[in-house]
């Protein structure tokens, strides 16, 4: 920079965080403005969100990670946009009472409207504008608006009175050529009430490239396309972070503007490193909350290890509280013992994970299940004194009782002391490519077609080939452009949401810390800033997250105690070490449990033959993008036959053998990784600390590549195979994708063993259980009573007189070893149930829980005798009473679906005449009966077909214990040589086969390039595997049919089975084939047999369901009805 040019520091950067605004992250705004700062041409940025100051803390990172000789002042702030019409404002804190001014003031503006929205007012930065640095930014329409003009001096006037020299007026550019008119208005303003003026560029966007972006994000904000946009596009793109040489040109007549924004950010001393956590402190009995936390863990270790504590774990409880009490952290422990007491108080399962697993301060005070000793576990990785971060306790509750524990928080810590964290949802590449097709005026069908062509929730940008799968032109300019801006759009906020359950609890106001906002749901408030702002802070957090699971263990434990009086726990069940469990596990008989129930979680359970608990630990770690990415897996499981057959396992080094012993010389876990690049790479445990803070970014920041030279090349240098390292660090890069940490893995194996020892044992209970914790886990309804049933499990309908709103074990048939399929016959032995289980109404689509339980049940007694009994008894509406006969729930009635729907339509509130009170009268003297009273004429009805009766079923209830929508189409299917799912098991390997079914799931895990599918027949289920050529052939298949033929090779290893398909049919039409009938029975024929009255059919016997079931042949339309009616496939990654 010439020695002339003044120095200038940037006041109005805005970023994406001013959400369809901005067109560059924090992170790109710093690092442009850092390399600015080398030549000496800005001196300092500050970040101006629209009334926010979401995007600070990232900002703030971005600088911090930057070479310590980085002469650049980064300064949070915020731009306040009025509802009042005053002219915009840019307000930065001069110390830490004016951070908290700040945030007080957003909170206020937040807490008046709807999430999303702030409504700030000029009263507002009056009350709380002290300790600001502010400067008020008067726009054009000013200069055209008589009325505002005039106004305009008694507004400075009274922001000058009340704020003094804290006071500046912007100069804003619009480099449209009436720039010094502009200038020279504002500038006679400022001058006459005594404002000095500020220069700002008020940049959008780190550079001119974004400018197009820019324009992008314009039309999605303004709902308008790029054609349509005109004026509301800025003139030029000239919205970029420029140097002080260029805004001194511009400012050539005001040079003081661009000094001042040095004077204005030299008084700007607030740091968002002041912001560290001040956790609520309760003393009990006068003792220090350290004290009460000593107390509370040695009394927690003498009932873990029986009275006597083990001198190891006594030195590891030792060092633990010394730590705990140098960092000040006593008082975070407490409040989550605290919240995990409430829950227990109130009955909720609930275990402690994620790094909190490694502490034994945690498994003494309950907050965790796994013992570290026994699993040999880091604490360091919990808490260190070379981490200068806090430590992360995740607790998991039951996820239908979750929200009793957070009202619980609120209740006790009030909303100005407790809040949710925030998660930013991102544009991905579906909703990237929507929006930019639609902003450049491409048809709805087409946006449609767009989306629709990408897999779930990918982060893998549009490409060419989704175009063309949508029907565009790849070529076309038009298209090349919505790809391109599509790409770029990717990552960027769309809003803020509350986080899954990060709670965020002060002992001073929150909302002195961050503004605080309400969500959309009722008497919950959450923050402006995620996990890893609050974590970059060291601001402690508790999450407090739901697990699907927990609910189910938590019934099945309630189910155990009241019909077997077993009374369990999960560390009890963890200590009943059984075979048969492990056996199961083996087979990968897991449809249902924890974790290793998907497709790709089974196909490797029959390889890795878990045997013990930490086998389960690694089988939960293994199947993630980190092991799979590094290239871990199958050299594991070579190790792992290895020992097995007790050849020697060798070791990269004599220095990595007791980091990787335990895995046999395999890198798993994400404590591994970082314990590699220390021995190995010769990392410190700050640059260790800063490559794990990398993995947990990577996927925002993608900074886990500076890393890659140092560790590969160290490595390679003290030794190590080239090959070895580049998969290490590969490992590494796959963690950022997901980190699975070894902690994390125990804690989730406990409740899989749990799961499994449930499933072995008890699969009566363990499917009631299941059903009564909807929707969770990774299988429909249909499926896992499908499976309870191939285990021997009797399930009984949903029937009005026996059913409750949740399924329930029911005495009678209860377990039949003649119902085990082939492949569980070894758990003949096993299995100790003696249960029916019977189906509950909440399977019913549609059903009002409410009217089943203040209704239906209450009145219920003996049992209904009739439909219009139980109308007249329980008062439900005929609605509900309809989705009842829907779901075929009066068998015990001696009705089925079709005679159930007669009768119900039947009912007319308006002709109550037993309620008159001659016929009450004689109804209670015994001359009448009630049922006597507006008797139905009867017909005749002709019988629903069976192939119906499964697809009402469906329609009702997702399932059906009648037949498999299958079975009604095999005459047809063995026509074409499609062979059935159980004659996989025989078929000779490595020939090409062809099967039909319903998809039930299609997974693509974590990096994979292959998809998984999962499709079910009358015999049982069978996995495709689908590979990249073939789902770009067969797309749209893969990703919308109902029912499938796929021809492929089957693979048959290690008891794993496998379709590779090359050929995949879309044959979801047949299903239309299961409606025999061309019209639904509906109204018009109701009224059409009302007119010729048959005998009473209460006088007539029932007829049972056939027992031998029909097929149907024929093509049906493409478009039946019945197509719909089986659930699509569940897609998980």
């Known amino acids: 920079m010439r020695p002339d040019t003044p120095a200038f520091c940037e006041i109005g950067a805005r970023t994406n965080f001013s959400f369809l605004e901005g067109a560059s992250h924090p992170e790109e705004m710093v690092q442009a403005a850092a390399e600015l700062a080398k030549t000496g041409e800005l001196k300092g940025l500050g970040i101006a969100d629209r009334n926010s100051v979401a995007g600070v803390v990232r900002a703030h990172a971005q600088l911090r990670d930057l070479p310590e000789d980085t002469e650049l002042?980064?300064?949070?702030?915020?731009?306040?946009?009025?509802?009042?019409?005053?002219?915009?404002?840019?307000?930065?804190?001069?110390?830490?009472?004016?951070?908290?001014?700040?945030?007080?003031?957003?909170?206020?503006?937040?807490?008046?409207?709807?999430?999303?929205?702030?409504?700030?007012?000029?009263?507002?930065?009056?009350?709380?504008?002290?300790?600001?640095?502010?400067?008020?930014v008067p726009d054009r329409p000013l200069l055209e608006d008589a009325?505002?003009?005039?106004?305009?001096?008694?507004?400075?006037?009274?922001?000058?009175?009340?704020?003094?020299?804290?006071?500046?007026?912007?100069?804003?550019?619009?480099?449209?050529?009436?720039?010094?008119?502009?200038?020279?208005?504002?500038?006679?303003?400022?001058?006459?009430?005594?404002?000095?003026?500020?220069?700002?560029?008020?940049?959008?966007?780190?550079?001119?490239?974004?400018?197009?972006?820019?324009?992008?994000?314009?039309?999605?904000?303004e709902h308008v396309t790029v054609q349509e946009a005109g004026f509301r596009f800025a003139a030029n793109a000239e919205r970029y972070l420029k140097t002080a040489r260029q805004l001194a040109a511009v400012f050539r007549h005001y040079p003081q503007a661009v000094?001042?924004?040095?004077?204005?950010?030299?008084?700007?001393?607030?740091?968002?490193?002041?912001?560290?956590?001040?956790?609520?402190?309760?003393?009990?009995?006068?003792?220090?909350?350290w004290e009460t936390l000593r107390r509370l863990t040695y009394e927690g270790a003498r009932e873990r290890f029986g009275g006597t504590i083990p001198p190891k774990v006594e030195r590891q409880i030792q060092e633990e509280l010394a730590l705990i009490l140098e960092k000040k952290y006593a008082p975070y422990f407490l409040t989550v013992r605290n919240i995990m007491e409430f829950a227990r108080s109130e009955d909720i399962l609930c275990q402690g994970r994620g790094s909190a697993a490694n502490s034994t301060v945690c498994y003494c005070l309950r907050i965790t299940d796994v013992d570290p000793d026994?699993?040999?576990?880091?604490?360091?990785?919990?808490?260190?004194?070379?981490?200068?971060?806090?430590?992360?306790?995740?607790?998991?509750?039951?996820?239908?009782?979750?929200?009793?524990?957070?009202?619980?928080?609120?209740?006790?810590?009030?909303?100005?002391?407790?809040?949710?964290?925030?998660?930013?949802?991102?544009?991905?590449?579906?909703?990237?490519?929507?929006?930019?097709?639609?902003?450049?005026?491409?048809?709805?069908?087409?946006?449609?077609?767009?989306?629709?062509?990408?897999?779930?929730?990918?982060?893998?940008?549009?490409?060419?080939?989704?175009?063309?799968?949508?029907?565009?032109?790849?070529?076309?300019?038009?298209?090349?452009?919505?790809?391109?801006?599509?790409?770029?759009?990717?990552?960027?906020?769309?809003?803020?949401?509350?986080?899954?359950?990060?709670?965020?609890?002060?002992?001073?106001?929150?909302?002195?810390?961050?503004?605080?906002?309400?969500?959309?749901?009722?008497?919950?408030?959450?923050?402006?800033?995620?996990?890893?702002?609050?974590?970059?802070?060291?601001?402690?957090?508790?999450?407090?997250?739901?697990?699907?699971?927990?609910?189910?263990?938590?019934?099945?434990?309630?189910?155990?105690?009241?019909?077997?009086?077993?009374?369990?726990?999960?560390?009890?069940?963890?200590?009943?070490?059984?075979?048969?469990?492990?056996?199961?596990?083996?087979?990968?008989?897991?449809?249902?449990?924890?974790?290793?129930?998907?497709?790709?979680?089974?196909?490797?359970?029959?390889?890795?033959?878990?045997?013990?608990?930490?086998?389960?630990?690694?089988e939960v770690a293994i199947v993630r993008p980190g092991p799979i990415q590094g290239d871990m897996v199958h050299p594991y499981l070579k190790r792992r036959e290895d020992e097995r057959h007790g050849r020697e396992i060798e070791y990269p080094s004599v220095e990595l053998k007791d980091v990787l012993e335990r895995t046999l010389g395999v890198p798993l876990f994400q404590e591994q990784a970082m314990q590699i690049a220390i021995v190995a790479a010769e990392f410190s445990p700050s640059e260790a600390d800063k490559l794990r803070r990398a993995m947990a970014t990577f996927?925002?920041?993608?900074?886990?590549?500076?890393?890659?030279?140092?560790?590969?090349?160290?490595?390679?240098?003290?030794?190590?195979?080239?090959?070895?390292?580049?998969?290490?660090?590969?490992?590494?890069?796959?963690?950022?994708?997901y980190g699975f940490p070894e902690s994390h893995a125990a804690s989730f194996a406990l409740l899989v063993y749990t799961s499994c020892w449930f499933k072995a044992f008890y699969p009566d209970v363990f499917l009631t259980a299941i059903l009564n914790s909807q929707p969770m886990g990774f299988y429909a309804p249909a499926q896992l009573v499908r499976?309870?049933?191939?285990?021997?499990?009797?399930?009984?309908?949903?029937?009005?007189?026996?059913?409750?709103?949740?399924?329930?074990?029911?005495?009678?048939?209860?377990?039949?070893?003649?119902?085990?399929?082939?492949?569980?016959?070894?758990?003949?032995?096993?299995?100790?149930?003696?249960?029916?289980?019977?189906?509950?109404?909440?399977?019913?689509?549609?059903?009002?829980?409410?009217?089943?339980?203040d209704k239906l049940m209450p009145n219920r007694g003996s049992g209904y005798r009739s439909i219009r009994d139980l109308w007249l008894r329980s008062g439900m509406n005929r609605a509900s009473i309809e989705r009842l006969a829907e779901a075929d729930a009066f068998r015990s009635m001696g009705l089925d679906r079709r005679q159930a729907l007669w009768e119900v339509r039947a009912?007319?509130?308006?002709?109550?005449?037993?309620?008159?009170?001659?016929?009450?009268?004689?109804?209670?003297?015994?001359?009448?009966?009630?049922?006597?009273?507006?008797?139905?004429?009867?017909?005749?009805?002709?019988?629903?077909?069976?192939?119906?009766?499964?697809?009402?079923?469906?329609?009702?209830?997702?399932?059906?214990?009648?037949?498999?929508?299958?079975?009604?189409?095999?005459?047809?299917?063995?026509?074409?040589?499609?062979?059935?799912?159980?004659?996989?098991?025989?078929?000779?390997?490595?020939?090409?086969?062809?099967?039909?079914g319903l998809v039930l799931i299609r997974q693509r895990p974590g990096t994979a390039k292959v998809i998984f599918m999962t499709l079910e027949d009358e015999t049982g289920v069978a996995n495709a595997i689908i590979r990249p050529k073939i789902f770009l052939r067969f797309r749209s298949v893969v990703m919308a049919a109902r029912l499938v033929r796929i021809r492929g090779m089957l693979q048959r290893e290690s008891g794993v089975i496998h379709v590779i398909a090359d050929e995949i049919e879309d044959m979801t039409h047949m299903l239309g084939l299961l409606q025999a009938e061309k019209r639904r029975f509906g109204l018009c024929e109701r009224v059409d047999e009302v007119l010729r009255p048959t005998a009473d059919h209460r006088d007539r016997p029932r007829r049972p369901m056939p027992e031998a079931l029909s097929t149907v042949k024929g093509e049906a339309s493409p478009q039946h009805p019945n197509a719909e009616v089986p659930p699509k496939g569940r897609n998980f990654h």
């Open 374 to 618: 026994q699993n040999k576990l880091l604490f360091a990785r919990f808490l260190s004194t070379e981490r200068d971060e806090p430590p992360d306790i995740d607790v998991d509750f039951e996820h239908a009782r979750r929200e009793e524990v957070i009202q619980h928080i609120y209740k006790t810590y009030g909303k100005e002391h407790a809040g949710l964290a925030a998660a930013v949802t991102s544009y991905r590449t579906r909703s990237s490519g929507r929006e930019v097709a639609k902003a450049f005026g491409l048809s709805e069908d087409v946006q449609s077609a767009l989306s629709s062509t990408v897999w779930g929730w990918s982060t893998e940008g549009l490409s060419e080939r989704d175009a063309k799968n949508a029907g565009l032109d790849a070529q076309d300019p038009l298209t090349r452009r919505v790809l391109d801006y599509a790409r770029q759009l990717m990552d960027f906020p769309r809003h803020l949401t509350q986080h899954v359950g990060g709670f965020v609890i002060t002992r001073d106001r929150l909302d002195e810390v961050v503004p605080i906002m309400p969500t959309a749901m009722p008497d919950r408030y959450m923050i402006e800033w995620n996990k890893d702002d609050l974590d970059t802070l060291g601001i402690l957090k508790v999450d407090v997250l739901a697990l699907g699971m927990l609910t189910c263990l938590a019934k099945a434990f309630h189910l155990l105690k009241s019909h077997y009086g077993q009374e369990k726990s999960l560390p009890e069940i963890l200590k009943d070490h059984r075979s048969e469990v492990y056996d199961m596990i083996c087979r990968a008989d897991t449809i249902g449990v924890f974790q290793i129930e998907s497709r790709a979680q089974m196909s490797m359970l029959p390889r890795l033959q878990p045997r013990k608990f930490y086998d389960l630990v690694i």
């Open 907 to 996: 009912l007319d509130a308006r002709n109550a005449s037993e309620n008159l009170p001659l016929f009450e009268h004689a109804i209670r003297d015994g001359t009448l009966k009630r049922d006597d009273l507006q008797q139905e004429p009867d017909f005749e009805l002709p019988e629903m077909p069976p192939g119906e009766q499964v697809i009402e079923d469906y329609r009702s209830l997702t399932l059906s214990l009648k037949a498999h929508p299958i079975t009604f189409l095999r005459n047809e299917l063995v026509k074409r040589r499609i062979i059935q799912m159980r004659d996989l098991l025989t078929a000779p390997k490595n020939r090409r086969v062809e099967i039909a």
């Open 73 to 136: 002042k980064v300064q949070p702030g915020s731009r306040l946009v009025f509802s009042d019409d005053t002219p915009d404002v840019l307000a930065f804190p001069l110390n830490r009472k004016g951070w908290g001014n700040l945030c007080r003031l957003l909170s206020a503006g937040n807490l008046r409207t709807e999430k999303g929205s702030c409504l700030i007012y000029l009263e507002d930065l009056l009350e709380w504008g002290d300790e600001m640095m502010l400067a008020i």
């Open 259 to 289: 000094s001042n924004s040095v004077r204005f950010f030299s008084q700007l001393t607030f740091s968002l490193r002041e912001l560290k956590h001040n956790y609520p402190e309760e003393r009990i009995n006068g003792e220090t909350p």
């Open 699 to 737: 996927r925002r920041t993608g900074t886990i590549h500076h890393f890659r030279d140092k560790m590969v090349s160290k490595m390679i240098e003290r030794g190590y195979d080239p090959g070895f390292a580049e998969r290490c660090f590969s490992q590494i890069e796959g963690f950022g994708e």
């Open 787 to 853: 499976d309870a049933r191939e285990h021997g499990t009797t399930v009984l309908p949903v029937d009005v007189n026996f059913s409750d709103w949740d399924s329930i074990l029911e005495g009678g048939k209860g377990y039949d070893p003649r119902m085990l399929s082939l492949q569980h016959a070894d758990m003949r032995q096993v299995i100790r149930s003696k249960y029916s289980v019977r189906l509950g109404f909440r399977l019913i689509k549609g059903l009002p829980e409410k009217e089943i339980i």
């Open 147 to 221: 009325q505002k003009a005039s106004d305009f001096p008694a507004l400075l006037d009274r922001l000058k009175t009340r704020f003094g020299d804290r006071l500046y007026m912007a100069l804003v550019p619009d480099y449209d050529g009436l720039d010094t008119f502009a200038f020279a208005s504002f500038a006679q303003w400022a001058a006459n009430a005594r404002i000095p003026l500020i220069a700002t560029n008020q940049p959008l966007y780190h550079h001119p490239s974004r400018r197009p972006l820019s324009d992008v994000v314009t039309a999605i904000r």
